[in-house]
């Protein structure tokens, strides 16, 4: 579980640390929020695509090797953007390293439930998410004060540092883990796929995951433009310290596993959207310590959600955990790019308000999906089981 918190950690370190300085890009390079923020989407939407790809190498090499092999190759690309001349050049490095990355997500949670027993695999997922929100925090406090330093290159070369170390701790933790290796055919794979694809339960899951966190991308891409726009006008450093606010999701991740054996799954993804919709409204406020509540609100919400269907997208899969676990991951990270977009979007016609609306269209429709995923699940338990007479009667 070191070995995976490690490997999470590097990955979201690299990931999204840019969200720390994008005031700062903006600023450089004389765009608006919306085309810095793709600085962000560019490595989401390249670990999207590469997902599947790192799933099936794992199958071939397996999943801890697939995770090495990615973290290395994904290094050397974040090593060479400090010294690009341009926007543009950092974008494309971006999709590539996001391309390069994307093994931990996509066999992470598969690695877990082959390894882990099932009455500790929530326990387990909620670790491994909250290596990524731990990397997620330390490489945006890290890179935001380093962008108040030196800028820009500064911040990226910072950043890539840390993840440095995360990466090497991971391969000297992880080289004498037992890691399975299997040897499917490139059909069954693409047969898997197509199984959970058709699954409509599955699908609910993986909604989540692109709903939810299309939220989370929005509100985090932006919520250091608006503490840094009147009223508020705060420095940068005091907009990246108050990225500390994203360790209660680590918190949350954790405790995520209990509360669904509490409440049961389907009731815990509608908790965390209702979590979600009720920090909006604290959000827009024009006191900072209010917003900043509704943001510890917002991210507790988010990352009570998301472990529980990240986790399910393994545990439930009928055939092709890791394929299923890649699907979700596209999910989730395909919804972080695009609602990460729309709300600069949003923010630049309209601003913060704009933003926190096209939040809360996201939390309602997650809310109706998980509601909707419980019901076919139900269903599917129900014909799937067989059907008894008891004192003539079938039950």
């Known amino acids: 579980m070191w070995a995976l918190f490690l490997a999470g950690f590097a990955t979201f370190a690299l990931l999204f640390s840019p969200q720390a300085f994008l005031p700062a890009l903006s ?6 929020a919306d085309a810095a923020a793709v600085t962000v989407s560019a490595t989401a939407l390249g670990v999207a695509a590469g997902v599947l790809g790192w799933a099936s190498v794992s199958n071939r090499v397996g999943r801890l090797r697939a995770i090495r092999m990615s973290l290395v190759l ?12 341009n926007l543009g050049s950092v974008v494309v490095v971006r999709f590539a390293e996001g391309l390069a990355l994307g093994a931990a997500p996509a066999v992470g949670m598969a690695y877990i439930a082959e390894r882990v027993d099932g009455r500790w695999a929530a326990h387990a997922a909620g670790t491994f998410v909250a290596g990524n929100t731990v990397g997620g925090i330390v490489g945006r406090l890290t890179s935001g004060l380093a962008a108040d330093i030196g800028g820009w290159r500064l911040a990226f070369g910072v950043s890539t540092e840390v ?19 299997a040897s499917p055919s490139g059909g069954s794979a693409g047969r898997a796929v197509w199984l959970n694809l058709r699954d409509p339960y599955m699908l609910a ?10 939220a989370f991308g ?18 940068a450093w005091i907009s990246s310290a108050l990225f500390l606010v994203y360790l209660t999701g680590s918190v949350a991740a954790q405790r995520s596993g209990a509360l669904a054996a509490r409440m049961g799954t389907a009731r815990t993804l509608v908790v965390g959207s209702a979590a979600i919709l009720v920090s909006l409204p604290l959000m827009a406020s024009d006191l900072l310590a209010v917003m900043v509540g509704g943001l510890i609100l917002f991210t507790i919400g988010c990352f009570t959600a998301h472990p529980i269907a990240s986790g399910l997208s393994a545990r439930s899969a009928r055939a092709g955990r890791a394929q299923s676990t890649a699907l979700y991951q596209i999910a989730w990270l395909g919804g972080t790019s695009l609602f990460g977009w729309l709300g600069g979007l949003a923010y ?19 809310a109706a999906a998980a509601v909707l995923g419980a019901t076919v699940s139900t269903r599917l338990r129900l014909a799937d089981s067989p059907t008894v007479t008891v004192s003539g009667v079938s039950s």
């Open 74 to 85: 994904a290094l050397l690309f974040a090593v060479a953007i400090p010294f690009l001349p």
């Open 27 to 32: 600023a450089e390079f004389a765009v608006d």
């Open 205 to 214: 899951l993986y909604l989540q995951g692109f709903l939810l966190m299309g």
């Open 218 to 235: 929005a509100v985090y891409n932006f919520f250091g433009y608006r503490v840094q726009a009147p009223p508020f006008d705060q420095p």
């Open 163 to 181: 993840a440095a170390l995360a990466i090497a701790a991971f391969l000297i933790l992880s080289r004498r883990l037992y890691d399975r290796e």
């Open 348 to 366: 630049a016609a309209a601003g913060w308000t704009a933003t926190l609306a096209l939040v809360a269209i996201l939390c309602i429709l997650s």
